[in-house]
């Protein structure tokens, strides 16, 4: 089957690799204030969700372009960007993505404008062998990183495509992929269907059988957010065809309690839900004893951390009484940690779509939109191809 390349993390992720992402990223990390990442979808999300989740510290503030086409976004990053040192980092698995494609124009244009022929050494690119992107950064000189041809967008967290950037944020990727390969090595050791991964992929299909269409991956960290949206599209795009599939969604606690949560919890009963806890989160907050009489005298002497493990627990408790709750532990909000949740996710969902009897790897309904606005482009254009505009 193509698109399996994600599963041996050492393919796109050895040793010299590692190094080659390691040192492009020390250029950026010595010499930018600001490292734009252009991409939309598999081509920006698993960056995004390990650099919003752990913030390392030091080196260039990290902006994310490509994935809209809102002039609203484009002009804030403009204005964002106005007197800093920039490099880019376009990634496109073929390069014929609007969005992108777009974004790209837009900041090279501005990189031209203010380094003149230098520009070209701002601009990294990831982009498959043979691509047209490939061959444009032959012609311009720009640092081009090899987006696997064998794998998928959503899929590739932990080649080229999600290390680089993470690096250049000054995540410790060594430590991702360690995580991945940790799990992998599980998983080859023990083949038994009860190991969580195997055993989740079995578990949300046979609540499919029985009449869910929801699952919730629910959270009670704030920065767990973008790795959300990376769970999302990645089960979305992977099972989500031929009028099959569970509509992932995600649950921000305690903060949607206050909102979807009383449908979660008496609503149409369609929804299940996946618990992802933390083991530590490396955070502590104390709350003062404090002598006004504002009705929280309970909460004195507290740390908070303790205060939301104890509402994930009574929100599972209150849920599970009518909704189906499955529970993934992440030990740590680390980059280990991260690999090794990279890889569960990846695993169990193509196991989970094989189970549906679907290809987790196409995404045939995504391509119908598109078709209409090139269309419509063109027609704008006076009939021009889209790539003459
Ligand atoms: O998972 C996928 O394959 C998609 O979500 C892609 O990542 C997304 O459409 C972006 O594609 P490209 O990198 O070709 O611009």
């Known amino acids: 089957m193509d698109g399996m390349g994600w599963m041996d993390p050492q393919k796109w992720a050895d040793s010299r690799k590692i190094d080659t992402f390691l040192e492009y990223a020390a250029q950026v990390r010595e010499k930018a204030d600001v490292f ?4 939309v979808g598999g081509s920006n999300q698993a960056a995004r969700a390990v650099i919003e989740a752990l913030r390392p510290e030091g080196g260039p ?8 086409l809102s002039a609203i976004e484009m002009n804030r990053i403009l204005c964002e960007i106005e007197g800093k040192s920039v490099y880019l980092n376009v990634i496109a698995k073929n390069f014929e993505t ?3 494609g777009a974004a790209f124009r837009i900041l090279r244009a501005e990189l031209k ?4 022929d230098a520009y070209r050494e701002r601009i990294f690119a990831t982009g498959t062998a043979g691509s047209s992107l490939e061959a444009l950064c032959r012609e311009k000189g720009y640092r081009f990183l090899e987006f696997p041809e064998d794998v998928g967008g959503r899929y590739s967290a ?6 680089f950037p993470m690096a ?54 704030p920065s767990l ?3 959300s949206r990376w769970w999302i599209q990645l089960f979305a795009e992977s099972e989500g065809k031929e009028e099959r599939g569970i509509y992932p969604a995600s649950f921000q606690c305690t903060e949607d309690l206050h909102s979807t949560g009383q449908f979660v919890q008496e609503g149409t009963p369609i929804i299940f839900e996946t618990f992802l806890e933390i083991g530590d989160t490396g955070s502590s907050l104390v709350i003062a004893e404090d002598e006004e009489a504002d009705g929280f005298a309970y909460l004195a002497g507290r740390d908070l951390d303790e205060v939301n493990r104890l509402a994930a627990k009574a929100v599972k408790e ?44 196409d995404q045939p309904g995504v391509e119908k939109y598109k078709k209409i606005l090139f269309a419509a482009l063109r027609e704008e254009k006076g009939g021009k191809e889209k790539y003459e505009a």
């Open 61 to 68: 503030r990290i902006l994310y372009a490509g994935n809209n």
């Open 318 to 361: 209150a849920h599970e009484k009518r909704n189906p709750c499955l529970e993934i532990r992440m030990e740590k909000l680390d980059a280990y940690w991260f690999g090794r949740m990279f890889y569960f996710f990846e695993y169990a969902c193509f196991l989970s779509a094989r189970l549906l009897n679907v290809d987790p790897f």
């Open 98 to 100: 609007l969005e992108p």
């Open 158 to 163: 932990l080649t080229s495509v999600g290390l």
């Open 36 to 39: 734009v990442l252009i991409g």
């Open 225 to 227: 957010y973008w790795f």
């Open 168 to 221: 250049a944020a000054g995540v410790n990727i060594r430590e991702l992929v360690r995580g991945a390969l940790d799990l992998r090595k599980e998983l080859e050791r023990n083949q038994k269907e009860d190991h969580p991964v195997r055993a989740y992929a079995a578990m949300r299909n046979e609540l499919y059988r029985r009449g869910y269409r929801i699952e919730l991956l629910a959270y009670f960290e």
């Open 113 to 116: 404008k203010r380094y003149g």
